[in-house]
């Protein structure tokens, strides 16, 4: 599956942003949908997953309460939602699918999209 991730940008602290990860090339249905994050100087961390049809999702430790993933099958389309964002959430956010349950070890999924940059600044 082909995978584009849209949606970063620049943004306050205590701002909100919307990630998309648009999957084209297969039956996306079939597949679990992760994200993760790499800042400069720092290993690509784990943020949310969801499973092939929902509702299952892992959110990581590090945005539990301010972070959401949900899936639109029909639009072959997942999104992560970012609320109360912090300088520390500044990365490059990847999202990443792999056949069946979804799994929050990165080489684990075997399709990845290019990336969005996600600055949190004031």
Not at 4 to 27: I, K
Not at 29 to 52: D, L, T
Request: aromatic letters at 10%.
């Amino acid at each position: 599956v082909q995978l584009q991730a849209s949606g970063g940008g620049l943004v306050q602290p205590g701002d909100s942003l919307r990630l998309s990860c648009a999957a084209s090339g297969a039956t996306f249905s079939g597949y679990s949908v992760a994200w993760f994050r790499q800042a400069p100087g720092k290993e690509r961390e784990f943020v949310a997953a969801i499973n092939r049809a929902g509702p299952a999702t892992k959110i990581g430790d590090s945005v539990q309460g301010r972070f959401s993933i949900s899936r639109d099958n029909a639009k072959n389309t997942v999104y992560l939602q970012m609320n109360s964002l912090k300088p520390e959430d500044t990365a490059v956010y990847f999202c990443a699918a792999r056949y069946g349950a979804y799994v929050i070890r990165s080489l684990q999924y075997s399709d990845w999209g290019q990336g969005t940059q996600v600055t949190v600044s004031s």
